[in-house]
């Protein structure tokens, strides 16, 4: 059964930093691009950031580019995201998802398996 399970959220202050963790067991995913992914109230969901196979290659919601880095680790099958200098509108549930595919994707509907989320809070 393939599980991913993300941790590191909380409640953070306007301008902090939180780092997102995510951990995938029941398959690799060393060829698979992973992504970030966040949905706030009443909202959709909506891309943060996606990284390729490798880590060659990342993409950034425009309105987090600067601010986030999203990064891998093959050997633990395992992705994050370091937040920075982070807004009151950063506050969403932060969910990991792999792709089947090794370059990243954009688009909800091209990742296939997602973690249950972890709540981001940033108090202005």
């Known amino acids: 059964q393939v599980r991913m399970v993300e941790s590191g959220g909380g409640l953070v202050q306007a301008g902090g930093s939180l780092r997102l963790s995510c951990a995938a067991s029941?398959?690799?995913?060393?060829?698979?691009?992973l992504g970030w992914f966040r949905q706030a109230p009443g909202k959709e969901r909506e891309f943060v950031a996606g990284?390729?196979?490798?880590?060659?290659?990342?993409y950034y919601a425009d309105s987090v580019k600067g601010r986030f880095t999203i990064s891998r680790d093959n050997a633990k099958n395992a992705v994050y995201l370091q937040m920075s200098t982070l807004k009151s509108e950063d506050t969403a549930v932060y969910y990991c998802a792999a792709s089947m595919v090794p370059q990243p994707q954009r688009a909800y509907s091209m990742y296939q398996y997602w973690g249950q989320g972890t709540q981001v809070t940033v108090s202005s």
């Open positions: 990284i390729s196979w490798n880590g060659g290659m990342t």
């Open positions: 029941g398959r690799t995913f060393s060829n698979s691009a």
